[in-house]
Structure formats: C-alpha cells, structure tokens
C-alpha cells in the first residue's frame, strides 16, 4: 500500500502555557475555533494524494486536543471519517489534558471510536507542578482514568517528564504509583533550553 498510513492532527490551543513546553500552541484562545478546523481540513483535502487510502493510526495532538468543545471534536472527527478511511483496527488516539477533559469530552471519544488516550501528568508532586506552571491536582487525574475505564478505552497511557526542577530522583519513583493498571507511562527526559522557554 503507497502513501502514509498515520495521521498526526495538531491541535494548538492550551489553557495556559507548561513551563517545559516547546510546542506550537497558542495560550487562551477557547472560542469555537472552527476556522482553524476549516483550514486544517482544506489543507488535509491538498494532501490527500499522499495519504493511504487506509489509515492505520490516526492521532490528535497540541496543544490541548480537550480544550476544544467535545462538540468541536466530533465535528472534526467526523470530517476526517468522511474523507479518509480509517482500518478495522486503526488505533485512533488523542491527549487528554485531565485539567480541561470532561467526562462528556470522554464519552464523545468513545462513542466516536477512540481506543487510545494520551494523558499529561509530568509529576504529581505540587511544588514541582508549581515551578512548572502546571497545576494538576492528583484527583483530577485519577478521576479522567477512572473514566476512561468505565468507558471501556483499551490503552491509556501517562506521559511523565524526569529532569525537572525541585524533582528528586525520590519523589520522581513515587510519581509513577498512580491508578495506571494496564496503563503505559511515557517518561522522556526535560531539557531546559533558555533560547525557547525557561522557568
Ligand atoms: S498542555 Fe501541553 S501543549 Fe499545552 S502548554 Fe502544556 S505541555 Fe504545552
């Protein structure tokens, strides 16, 4: 089969921007952003020619792909289902960002054939959440995961970050002691880089 097989969909809206990050994202704009999907869906219909005429992996990034209204993403979604057709067995992800997911954002994903989500964490320590600008209380992550196994996802993984200011290699081992049974944590290494962002 010609052409790419996986689909990477950048979403790059956040509700406030990570000490760490260097990604492309826009900090604040929550409106409807329909014109950005408009545009992200005449730029796929240019590229088509590039794609397989199936997809094996489909995934949405950021950004915040939950910062969107679910009704937002179902749009989307269903555009890109129209246009592209996904395999039987396609894995279909996104990041969650357990500080704007709700449980209607979560159900919208299932029932729209989600199987695989991707949740932010970094560490659950508080003064480590403070210096990096990211505060995320335990509760609300344990409660998207809880969610996210009632509605059946197959895979849930945690990204976790080491390296980052006031961890310790102590509290960084406890990080990982999270309800993520049959869940997968990703822990890549902070690099700080002055020139993009700093603390
Ligand atoms: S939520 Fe993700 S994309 Fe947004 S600022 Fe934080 S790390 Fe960057």
């Given amino acids: 089969m010609s052409g790419a097989r996986h689909l990477y969909v950048h979403l790059p809206f956040c509700s406030s921007r990570c000490g760490y990050?260097?990604?492309?994202?826009?900090?604040?704009?929550r409106g409807d952003h329909s014109s950005y999907v408009d545009a992200l869906l005449a730029e796929l219909a240019l590229e088509r020619e590039l794609l397989a005429p199936e997809l094996e992996t489909v995934f949405l990034g950021g950004g915040t792909p939950t910062y969107f209204a679910s009704e937002r993403l179902e749009r989307l979604v269903g555009r890109l289902r129209e246009r592209f057709r996904f395999a039987a067995d396609a894995e279909v992800g996104v990041e969650v960002d357990p500080r704007v997911t709700t449980a209607e954002h979560l159900a919208s994903l299932a029932k729209n054939g989600f199987n695989r989500l991707s949740m932010g964490v970094q560490d659950f320590d508080p003064v480590v959440q403070e210096a990096i600008n990211r505060i995320q209380p335990y509760?609300?992550?344990?409660?998207?995961?809880?969610?996210?196994?009632?509605?059946?996802?197959?895979?849930?993984?945690?990204?976790?970050?080491?390296?980052?200011?006031h961890q310790t290699p102590e509290t960084f081992a406890a990080t990982p002691n999270v309800p993520a049974n049959k869940s997968a944590a990703a822990a890549p290494s902070f690099a700080n880089l002055p020139a993009i962002g700093k603390f």
């Fill in 139 to 165: 509760a609300d992550t344990r409660r998207l995961v809880e969610q996210a196994r009632a509605l059946g996802f197959p895979s849930v993984n945690m990204d976790l970050i080491f390296g980052l200011p």
């Fill in 21 to 29: 990050c260097d990604f492309v994202t826009a900090v604040g704009r």
